[in-house]
Nanobody, 119 residues
Framework: QVQLVESGGGSVQAGGSLRLSCAAS????????MGWFRQAPGKEREFVAG????????SYADSVKVRFTISRDNTKNTVYLQMNNLKPEDTAVYYC????????????WGQGTQVTVSS
């Protein structure tokens, strides 16, 4: 059983930056693919970025490419999401998720952290 705890959310003005962190415990972190998702009010949860166990495989939603960077530190059991040039439409609750390598779905989820971007 993997436990995930996000941190780093907050309120910023458009154009600002935030760095989200997700600390994992209870499993072998380096064997999990990690992802960031977000859910805005009244909308479905959507994929933001994903990273493979080694950090080689990385993918992004088109809406955040260039502006967001996902990374991981397997020595610290932590995955990060650096968010630059934030826009009001990035406002959402951001969730960290984990899945065993090659698994089709994310099995473990954090509690979420709020990101609010004002114009």
């Amino acid at each position: 059983q993997v436990q995930l705890v996000e941190s780093g959310g907050g309120s910023v003005q458009a154009g600002g930056s935030l760095r989200l962190s997700c600390a994992a415990s209870g499993g072998t972190f380096s064997s999990y693919g990690m992802g960031w998702f977000r859910q805005a009010p009244g909308k479905e949860r959507e994929f933001v970025a994903g990273i493979g166990w080694s950090g080689v495989y990385i993918s992004y939603a088109d809406s955040v490419k260039v502006r967001f960077t996902i990374s991981r530190d397997n020595t610290k059991n932590t995955v990060y999401l650096q968010m630059n040039n934030l826009k009001p439409e990035d406002t959402a609750v951001y969730y960290c998720a984990a899945k065993p390598t090659r698994a089709p779905t994310y099995d473990y989820w954090g509690q979420g952290t709020q990101v609010t971007v004002s114009s």
